[in-house]
């Protein structure tokens, strides 16, 4: 009979222990967990060679680099290139547009100097000072 209910605890405790272990400490469907200000994009590639970019939380926008801010209401407004030259000195603008969220992905639809852009973002990490995403979708529509 011991030998019963010791073989239920060791079950149990596996059991509990792996469910510990699945659960993800980010809470990346969570949009709260977007709402801010995002600045300073760091650009890798994957393993698969798709693009990710580390953004860290920032207090205002910066002047004289990009950055976005995601809005509670959905909107957002996002520091670009001011004009098509990326050539220094490179002069910025803030640009509005919209996003949601769908699953573990940001739907961006964002003006800039050309015209509109669509995006899907992947969010790979989400926390109090760091967001990381995955490239999945980059489309300009021209004036």
């Known amino acids: 009979m011991k030998r019963v209910v010791l073989n239920y605890l060791v079950i149990a405790t596996i ?6 272990m699945s659960c993800d400490k980010s809470d990346y469907k969570d949009p709260q967990n977007l ?18 970019i580390f ?19 959905g909107s957002l407004i996002e ?10 000195p490179v002069t910025y603008s ?14 961006i639809t964002v003006d800039y100097w050309g015209g509109m852009e ?8 989400v926390t109090e000072t760091t967001l990381k995403i995955e490239v999945i979708l980059q489309e300009y529509d021209n004036k």
């Open 15 to 20: 059991t509990f222990s792996a469910t510990l």
């Open 79 to 88: 520091r670009k290139n001011a004009g098509w030259c990326g050539t220094p």
């Open 55 to 73: 953004y860290e939380r920032t207090n205002k926008l910066p002047v004289d680099s990009n950055g976005i801010e995601f809005i509670k209401n």
């Open 118 to 125: 669509h995006r899907i973002w992947k969010i790979i990490d």
């Open 94 to 107: 803030n640009y509005s547009g919209n996003w949601h969220t769908q699953n573990e992905n940001i739907i």
């Open 35 to 52: 709402i801010g200000r995002w600045a300073h994009p760091m650009y890798a590639d994957n393993a698969e060679g798709k693009a990710i």
